[in-house]
């Protein structure tokens, strides 16, 4: 099973970005899928979650209503809309599945089995 995330890149305050994350040996609709990222220095953070159907979602406090996460079931892709990016929006942006959708939709590392290789997010000021 491999997550590739993909998208990153380098923006302005205030731009966007939409990250990408395809899964191949593995069915994304047999799991929920969560956006980590992880800055220089600091711990990896919970971003943004969405359960297997897509019927419920998670935002951490820093990003609600400015990143939207959803699913592209026939592309087996889950993407990360991001929007009025800010510096502290930047690090590494890491893609993360469980293991099957019978088991709870977290916000820890712990909670999800597979993972991403990343993909770097830079917002200049």
């Known amino acids: 099973v491999q997550l590739q995330a993909s998208g990153g890149g380098l923006v302005q305050t205030g731009g966007s970005l939409r990250l990408s994350c395809v899964a191949s040996?593995?069915?994304?609709?047999?799991?929920?899928v969560a956006w980590f990222r992880e800055a220089p220095g600091k711990e990896r953070e919970f971003v943004t979650a969405?359960?297997?159907?897509?019927?419920?979602?998670y935002d951490a406090v820093s990003v609600k209503g400015r990143f939207s996460i959803s699913r592209d079931y026939a592309k087996n892709t889950v993407y990360l809309q991001m929007t009025n990016l800010k510096p502290e929006d930047s690090g590494v942006y890491y893609c993360?599945?469980?293991?099957?959708?019978?088991?709870?939709?977290?916000?820890?590392?712990?909670?999800?089995?597979?993972w991403g290789q990343g993909t770097q997010v830079t917002v200049s000021s």
């Open positions: 993360a599945a469980s293991q099957t959708r019978f088991v709870r939709l977290g916000r820890s590392e712990t909670d999800f089995f597979y």
């Open positions: 040996g593995h069915a994304l609709s047999d799991s929920h």
């Open positions: 969405v359960s297997w159907n897509g019927r419920t979602t």
